[in-house]
Each structure stands twice: as structure tokens, then as C-alpha cells.
């Protein structure tokens, strides 16, 4: 509960921090739920606090089939080898997680795809390693906080056989991008 609140900006990395010690501390359910009771009721979603060009990055599914989900709290999890690429990726890290996404033995019928990245602790990564010929595009990635996306593109867009758009949040966690041949 309160890593939800503090990726929807509910409360702030020092009231995490100060309630995280609180948790830590509690010795009874009840000093558990006092850490929570009082958290600011959900506002709109962390989309809607997006310009609307982010917001609306992301195409819809055609059928749930169309979406490859990657979520994990904390450890790793890996997409690679031969695999067939959906339209939609979506990928969340929190405290200590990583998901790392190789498109290099992929298989992929479409000129676009989505990546949507929720990073929402410290130690969270996604790494996406593409061919050196496709176009990782990360301008729709908001940057929170420390939150950063490292992508240096070997070719050009104009050269690029697919695009992978970013979208999303990093809250405090790393985007890396990778090009292999």
C-alpha cells in the first residue's frame, strides 16, 4: 500500500521513508494498520497526471493476446531468446527488481511497439537490448525523482527496421537501453 501511494505521489519519499520505519518497528497488527489508516484516499490515476501525449502513447489491445506483462517486486525476470513480439509490453520493477526484455532473437510482424515502464523504487531496473538496427524511442518516459533513462542509439531513426516507444514512469529506478547485433 505504500508503494502504490507514493508511485500515485500520495505521499513523498520522506513520509515512505518515515512510515517505512514505522513498519519496521511495528511489533502488533494494529501498529501495522496505524501505518496506513491515514494515507491520502487515491486521486485520479498516475495517467491522468500525464500530458495528454503520454497518457494517450499507448494503444489499446486488440485482445488480451496482445499484451506481454513483466511485473515483478523484487528479483529478476527475463524475456529472451526466440519469442514472438505483442504490440504491448508492459514492465514494472519495484525495490530490487529487474526486467530485462531481448528483442535480438525476437520475432516481430509489427513496425511499432510499445514498452510501458513503472519503475517505482530505489534498485529498479528495466533493461531493453534491441538490434543495432531498430529505434528505441524514450521521450515518452516521465521522468520522477531520480528516475533516469540511458539510451544512445546506434543508427539513425530513418534506418531503423522497428521502433520500440517507451512509455510511462520512472520514479527512481533506471532505464537502460542496450543495441546488439
Same mark, same amino acid.
Given at each position: ?17 518515515? %512510515?517505512? +520505519?514505522? *513498519? ?5 497488527? /494494529? !501498529?501495522?494498520?496505524?501505518? =496506513? ?62 526486467? %530485462?526484455? +531481448?528483442? *535480438? ?5 509489427? /513496425? !511499432?511497439?510499445?514498452?510501458? =515502464? ?62 546488439? %547485433?
Amino acid at each position: 500500500m505504500l508503494r502504490v501511494a507514493v508511485s500515485e505521489g500520495r505521499i513523498d519519499l520522506e513520509e515512505l521513508n518515515e %512510515r517505512l +520505519d514505522r *513498519t519496521y518497528g511495528a511489533r502488533t497488527l /494494529r !501498529e501495522l494498520d496505524e501505518v =496506513v489508516e491515514d494515507l491520502p484516499q487515491a486521486g485520479p490515476p498516475p495517467t491522468a497526471l500525464l500530458p495528454a501525449t503520454v497518457a494517450a502513447a499507448a494503444p489499446l489491445p486488440a485482445h488480451p493476446g496482445d499484451v506481454l506483462e513483466l511485473h515483478t517486486r523484487s528479483g529478476k525476470i527475463r524475456q529472451d531468446g526466440r519469442w514472438v513480439v505483442p504490440p504491448l509490453i508492459t514492465t514494472k520493477a519495484h525495490r530490487f527488481g529487474t526486467v %530485462r526484455v +531481448d528483442f *535480438t532473437r525476437a520475432e516481430c510482424a509489427y /513496425r !511499432e511497439v510499445t514498452v510501458d =515502464v513503472q519503475i517505482t523504487s530505489w534498485f529498479g531496473d528495466v533493461v531493453i537490448v534491441a538490434p543495432y538496427d531498430w529505434w528505441v524511442q524514450d521521450d515518452a518516459v516521465t521522468r520522477r525523482l531520480l528516475g533516469a533513462v540511458h539510451n544512445r542509439p546506434i543508427v539513425s531513426p530513418t534506418q531503423a527496421a522497428v521502433v520500440v516507444r517507451l512509455t510511462g514512469y520512472v520514479q527512481t529506478g533506471d532505464v537502460w537501453v542496450r543495441y546488439r %547485433r
